[in-house]
């Protein structure tokens, strides 16, 4: 399935108070599209001899928020854990499977992630591990975005 992909519309507001991935825009506002969803089909050839596994669910994928000119984006209001897992492992399947070559990560910066409900990572922080956790050789050109309310 390399290389095979959906793409799936969606209308978002880009306005510097509102962005998602999710919102619904008026006619008014610019579309754009969700351009990548990558069907997942699950090995069980790594399973230890003599496991039976129940059957996998259907359907699995992986998604991109946006896909333009070979850039990838995603929008992360979340947990630290999507943040890294955006950057350091969906950016890097997305690049593998031709799909980009550069990316752009959005997130809130340390004031407006404090306006939000508890658990919401942000720029700073995000910043501080990535540069200390250094550059591997599977990294893809990431540019963190910061942004405030």
């Known amino acids: 399935m390399r290389g095979r992909y959906e793409a799936i519309e969606v209308r978002t507001t880009m306005m510097c108070k509102s962005l998602s991935a999710r ?15 990558v069907p997942c089909e ?10 039976d596994p129940k059957r996998l669910r259907a359907g699995a ?14 929008v992360q209001f979340g947990k630290y854990a999507f943040m890294v897992y955006n950057v350091c492992a969906k950016m890097t399947i997305f690049r593998n499977l031709g799909h980009i070559k550069h990316g752009i990560e959005i997130v809130p910066v340390k004031a407006f992630a404090d306006e939000m409900s508890s658990g919401v990572s942000y720029f700073e922080q995000f910043l501080w591990d990535l540069e200390t956790r250094g550059v591997a050789n599977i990294d893809v050109p990431v540019l963190i975005l910061g942004i405030d309310a």
């Open 42 to 51: 699950y090995s069980t050839s790594y399973y230890s001899m003599g496991y």
């Open 61 to 74: 994928f992986r998604e991109m928020d946006f896909v333009k000119d070979w850039l990838g984006v995603e």
């Open 23 to 37: 919102a619904t825009a008026t006619p008014t506002q610019r579309e754009f599209r969700i351009a990548v969803r």
